[in-house]
Each structure stands twice: as C-alpha cells, then as structure tokens.
T-cell receptor, first 113, second 112 residues
Framework: KAGVTQTPRYLIKTRGQQVTLSCSPI?????VSWYQQTPGQGLQFLFE???????NKGNFPGRFSGRQFSNSRSEMNVSTLELGDSALYLC????????????FGPGTRLLVL | GDSVTQMEGPVTLSEEAFLTINCTYT??????LFWYVQYPGEGLQLLLK?????DKGSNKGFEATYRKETTSFHLEKGSVQVSDSAVYFC???????????FGTGTRLQVFP
C-alpha cells in the first residue's frame, strides 16, 4: 500500500506571496492532519480534516487554511507569507477513528525569503 | 492542557550501548502514547505505540511501557546501532481527539 505523499517536496517563496501544499493520504484513510515543524517551536498541530470537514484546529492565524476533497486528498494554504512561516510542513493520515495511529508523509520544506 | 516532556539531547552513545530516552506526559483521561522517529531529511515514522496502561509497545528492538502511575512512556533499547542515529519524538493523542501532541524531540547519536 502506498504511503502518504506530499507535493511539492521543496518550495521557495517570498514574503507576501501565498502557497498551496498538497497531501494524498494512504488509500482508505479518511482523516488528514497537518503539522508545522520548526527548530524553535518543534512540531505543532495545524488542523485535521475528516470526510471533508475540519474536525480540529490548532492555534495558528487565519492565514493558514485547509480543505479536504471527496477523495480524502487535502490541501493547505498559507496566504501573505512571513519569514517565520519557513518550516517543514508534515501531513499525516489515519482511518479517522479516535486515537488511531497517524502515518506521516515526507513533508514539504518551505523557505520564505 | 495536555503536554509531553522528554529529555533534552543530544544523547551520545557507542554502538551496542543501552539506550533510555525519558518521556513523561500530562493528560486528562486515557491518552494513547507513541514514539516516532525522524531520520535526516525525512518525515516521521511510527516506531511504537501503546493505548492503555501497562501496555508495552515494541518494534525493531525498541520498547516502551505505558505507566499510568508515573505518567511515563520511556523508550529503551538494549543495544543501539549506528543506524539508530535519528531524532526521537514522544507523543500523545487524547481520549477525545486525534490531534498529536509532541515532545521537543531527542537527538540520538551513535558512534562505532
């Protein structure tokens, strides 16, 4: 079974631009979660989608948004990029039942200049 | 709120040494507990998990036991290899959420 895939793997943007990251979950998984990883803040939860609905949200500004499609693929968008948004963005998928193991993709590394 | 505390790194060991990475947690109810490992330039891989008190998770020679009385989930391995060099994250998911709360990570460096 194919794992979680994320595209693109690397991205360079400038301040003020917006960016869209994509995540394809493991086949059969209906839940997709997004995390931001930075050296200073570690791994922080952004949001979780289940069956096209946002089920949980972390403490990030409204510039961070996401959505999930009917095939469970998910995208996250960051508008008006700031230097501090430079990070590794990780996507994880699971079947969606509570406390189910989440499986992570390789991440998208975003650099904001 | 829920939180995870794990020992600061780096942990530096010689090959075949015994490894312990401490992890304690604060949570309401009965969380599930996880250890994830991250190799350089990669995402997170699940190493092991435990879903209830006294459960022992194990994989690839690593073990961790869910201790509710001490709110701990320490990672152990009897004999580390150079290939175990990575960053290890302890995490929990609460009883009513799939959101993972991570510790700060512990870098393990194993030398031949």
């Amino acid at each position: 079974k194919a794992g979680v895939t994320q595209t693109p793997r690397y991205l360079i943007k400038t301040r003020g631009q917006q960016v869209t990251l994509s995540c394809s979950p493991i086949s059969g998984h209906r839940s997709v979660s997004w995390y931001q990883q930075t050296p200073g803040q570690g791994l922080q939860f952004l949001f979780e989608y289940f069956s096209e609905t946002q089920r949980n949200k972390g403490n990030f500004p409204g510039r961070f948004s996401g959505r999930q499609f009917s095939n469970s693929r998910s995208e996250m968008n960051v508008s008006t990029l700031e230097l501090g948004d430079s990070a590794l963005y990780l996507c994880a998928s699971s079947y969606g039942t509570r406390q189910e193991t989440q499986y992570f993709g390789p991440g998208t590394r975003l650099l904001v200049l | 709120g829920d939180s995870v505390t794990q020992m600061e790194g780096p942990v530096t060991l010689s090959e075949e040494a015994f490894l312990t990475i401490n992890c304690t947690y604060t949570a309401t109810g009965y969380p599930s507990l996880f250890w994830y490992v991250q190799y350089p330039g990669e995402g997170l891989q699940l190493l092991l998990k435990a879903t209830k008190a006294d459960d022992k998770g194990s994989n690839k020679g690593f073990e961790a036991t869910y201790r509710k009385e001490t709110t701990s989930f320490h990672l152990e391995k009897g004999s580390v290899q150079v290939s175990d060099s990575a960053v290890y994250f302890c995490a929990l998911s609460g009883a009513d959420t799939d959101k993972l709360i991570f510790g700060t990570g512990t870098r393990l460096q194993v030398f031949p």
